[in-house]
């Protein structure tokens, strides 16, 4: 089984438990030994064969079509971030996005957009699929306590989150910090599956329980503008926006801007 059929096969079995026969407008039935609907009427619902239904949940080699693939989204409910991320594992042509060519290097683009950025009193700061740190400016330092940038080991922004004891004293709601990173990240890893960065930081990141725990949710969340409160050494408390930023020149690295809210 690949690792995109499993991971399939895994966000259609939770996704199905979390559907109650109630929600699909069916009766309640009796001796119903797991939560949710049954691989057979999820079939049913979206008016596909019960067989072909369970070879997705076993991960076999076989190919949805955008029709079913919508007809299983209605019927289990997905939010518009999980309808994408299941069209995105299900898709195993597509190509892969790669930064387009452009007549400069895209780290050069990203590290020159950071450094115009750093006398700015608010964080800005770059990284690769893996969460790997391209650049940073000096208040995201500051704010993020250096990202325990005295570690031997490229600096990891996932990896400041889960291991580091500096980020629940930086981040008074760092569960919810934490866990909405793990979930926006996971369709990254889905768009990158063989990249050999991502791979090695998602065998090292398993090593936390709440990473294990929040990962075999398989909850997915996309990118999006959200809020991010800050205790900071000096006593204040601040909450920013933080804005993810892409180019076609040096996807799928992004840049994350944090504004005043």
């Known amino acids: ?56 949940e076993q991960g076999r080699s076989v190919r949805p079509s955008d029709q079913v693939l919508e ?32 007549d400069v290097p895209g780290e050069l683009l990203i590290r020159q957009l950071v450094e115009l950025n750093e006398d700015n009193p608010y964080p800005v700061y770059a990284a690769e699929a893996s969460c790997d740190l391209i650049a940073w400016n000096r208040a995201a330092g500051d704010y993020y306590g250096g990202f325990g940038a005295a570690s031997t080991d490229r600096p990891n922004m996932l990896r400041w989150l889960l291991f580091d004891d500096e980020a629940p004293r930086r981040l008074p709601q760092w569960t919810e910090d934490a866990r909405d ?40 969340q996309l990118q999006r503008s959200r809020t991010r409160t800050f205790d900071l050494p000096d006593g204040r408390r601040e909450t920013l926006r933080l804005l993810v930023v892409q180019a076609p020149e040096f996807v799928p690295s992004f840049v994350v801007f944090h504004v005043p809210v």
């Open 71 to 102: 007809a299983l989204a209605r019927v289990l409910r997905l939010t518009e971030d999980e309808r994408r991320y299941l069209h995105l594992l299900a898709s195993r042509t597509v190509e892969r996005e790669q930064p387009l060519p452009a």
């Open 1 to 56: 089984m690949s690792d995109d059929r499993e991971t399939l096969a895994d966000f259609l079995r939770t996704r199905r438990a979390k559907v109650s026969p109630a929600d699909a407008g069916l009766p309640p039935g009796i001796r119903r030994r797991t939560p949710g609907l049954r691989r057979d009427e999820v079939a049913v619902l979206a008016g596909i064969s019960p067989t072909w239904y369970r070879y997705l």
């Open 181 to 220: 990173v793990v979930h926006r990240w996971r369709a990254i890893v889905a768009a990158h599956p063989d990249d050999p960065q991502v791979r090695a930081r998602l065998a090292e990141f398993r090593a936390r329980a709440e990473f294990r725990d929040w990962w075999n949710q398989h909850e997915v």
